[in-house]
């Protein structure tokens, strides 16, 4: 509860700026190009075209993020079996 509660205060204290750098920044760092993102008014932004709520770029900018995540994990573990294998090769 009071990690929820965290959250919601520091989503509150993010400007606009904020939230489009955070997009940007996972997107370009998933798709490797640039999204098209812009303050509409209040909560609402326009990305790549589509108006969506500031919630929903919330969720989206943590769904990027677990997509960078796991593809971090899979680099590391593609990097430990070429280890292993090259390790193997050599006996």
Known sequence: MVTLM???????????????????????????????????????????GETVHRVSLF?????LR????QQRLQKADKGVLQRLISRLRGM
């Open 59 to 63: 969720g989206e900018i943590s769904r």
């Open 66 to 69: 677990g997509l960078a995540q």
């Open 6 to 48: 965290h959250n919601e205060v520091e989503s509150a204290t993010l400007t606009p700026k904020d939230i489009i750098e955070n997009y940007q920044r996972a997107y370009r760092h998933i798709h490797g190009q640039e999204p098209h993102v812009s303050h509409l008014f209040a909560e609402w932004y326009q990305v790549n």
